[in-house]
């Protein structure tokens, strides 16, 4: 069966770096685009970083230049390398993953991930 594992979160000082791991298996991960969503305490779920196939990326407003999604093949994992962290960047994080590219900013994914918690401190 098809999955996807978020690892890496974790408490890390305002300004800190932290690099976020998804996991996938089941499914043929070269073939699929993968995003990173992000869920605040209070707030709904929006979308972070999406790296689609042929190597297209979008990002969120609020992390340009300092969120890198990227993936590596070989491993069927998709990375968020975090920087400069900001306390409003604290959120339950998540992965997604979807056969077609459209919908998955807005949230439309075929497989989601339980989420990997980020807190970080003022």
């Known amino acids: 069966e098809a999955s996807v594992v978020e690892s890496g979160g974790g408490l890390v000082q305002a300004g800190g770096s932290l690099r976020l791991s998804c996991t996938a298996s089941?499914?043929?991960?070269?073939?699929?685009?993968m995003a990173w969503f992000r869920q605040p305490p209070g707030k709904e779920r929006e979308a972070v970083a999406v790296l689609y196939k042929g190597g297209v990326t979008r990002y969120a407003d609020s992390v340009k230049g300092r969120f890198t999604i990227s993936r590596d093949n070989a491993k069927n994992t998709l990375y968020l390398q975090m920087d400069s962290l900001k306390h409003e960047d604290t959120a339950m994080y998540y992965c997604?993953?979807?056969?077609?590219?459209?919908?998955?900013?807005?949230?439309?994914?075929?497989?989601w991930g339980q989420g990997t918690q980020v807190t970080v401190s003022s």
């Open positions: 089941g499914f043929t991960f070269d073939d699929y685009a």
């Open positions: 997604a993953a979807d056969d077609s590219p459209s919908g998955l900013w807005a949230g439309r994914g075929n497989y």
